[in-house]
């Protein structure tokens, strides 16, 4: 009589049952596969791909808006780059509408509701600012989605290659390229010269910034300097393409 064996087959060994791979945390069930997007926190992945971006470049305007030690430009009373609002609802500082109403079209892609204020500020020598205000209800949610957006977006893009990167995210490492390049030539503090050529407050900025433009193929020449790092687009690169890329005429005719 031939016995049935399950387990292992070779002679004189018992079959022994193999434990099936259940999950045990709460709710338990069996662990089913799913897409994990490595170094990505789950209320990003959770995201779609315009949202990601979206959310990353809110978070990269602010940092490109943070004063430099050298010349504080926006307002001597704001610290430094932050992704949330202060007990007032001031979210961030402008000094061009235009960029405080993207700012604004942006929070509302992630259900965050806003709105701009404008009002005159400094004393002798007046100039205009457009605050972004938002409920303070929404401060410890915005704050959760744009620093986690600014980690995954950071790691994309500064910590791994295009080759060990599946399709689809390296789609999304271009989507967010542009998205951090889109923010910087509207709120970042820009220098005179021949070509196009920005001010930064801190260097993980300036990182993102130039693995960016690597990314699409654009050379650019990062320099520190006393309190403020500096970042030029080489004018012998497809800096045009960058523009193009970026989107919207107004954007290009303004950084150039």
Not at 93 to 106: D, G, S, T
Not at 202 to 214: E, F, H, I, Q, W
Request: with cysteine.
């Amino acid at each position: 009589m031939t016995a049935a064996i399950t387990g292992d087959r070779r002679p004189g060994r018992t079959p022994v049952a193999r434990p099936s791979r259940v999950d045990t945390r709460p709710g338990g069930g069996r662990r089913t596969a799913r897409p994990v997007t490595a170094g990505v926190p789950p209320t990003v992945s959770a995201l779609c791909a315009a949202d990601r971006a979206a959310a990353f470049e809110a978070v990269m305007m602010m940092r490109c808006t943070a004063p430099i030690a050298a010349k504080r430009r926006v307002t001597s009373t704001q610290p430094g780059h932050r992704s949330a609002p202060d007990a007032s609802g001031v979210l961030n500082e402008f000094n061009r509408p235009a960029a405080a109403y993207r700012l604004v079209r942006l929070l509302a892609a992630l259900d965050i509701d806003a709105r701009v204020e404008a009002r005159f500020d400094g004393g002798r020598h007046r100039y205009e600012v457009y605050r972004v205000i938002v409920s303070p209800g929404d401060g410890a949610t915005l704050r959760s989605l744009l620093d986690e957006a600014w980690r995954s977006g950071y790691l994309l893009l500064c910590r791994t290659s295009d080759r060990s990167l599946p399709r689809w995210q390296q789609r999304d490492r271009r989507a967010l390229a542009l998205a951090a390049w889109r923010a910087a030539m509207m709120a970042a503090g820009r220098r005179r010269s021949a070509t196009l050529t920005l001010r930064l407050a801190d260097p993980d900025s300036m990182s993102v910034l130039v693995n960016g433009a690597r990314t699409m193929g654009v050379h650019t020449r990062a320099q520190t300097r006393s309190g403020y790092q500096l970042l030029s687009v080489s004018p012998d690169s497809r800096f045009e393409q960058l523009f193009a890329a970026v989107g919207g005429t107004d954007i290009v005719e303004d950084a150039v």
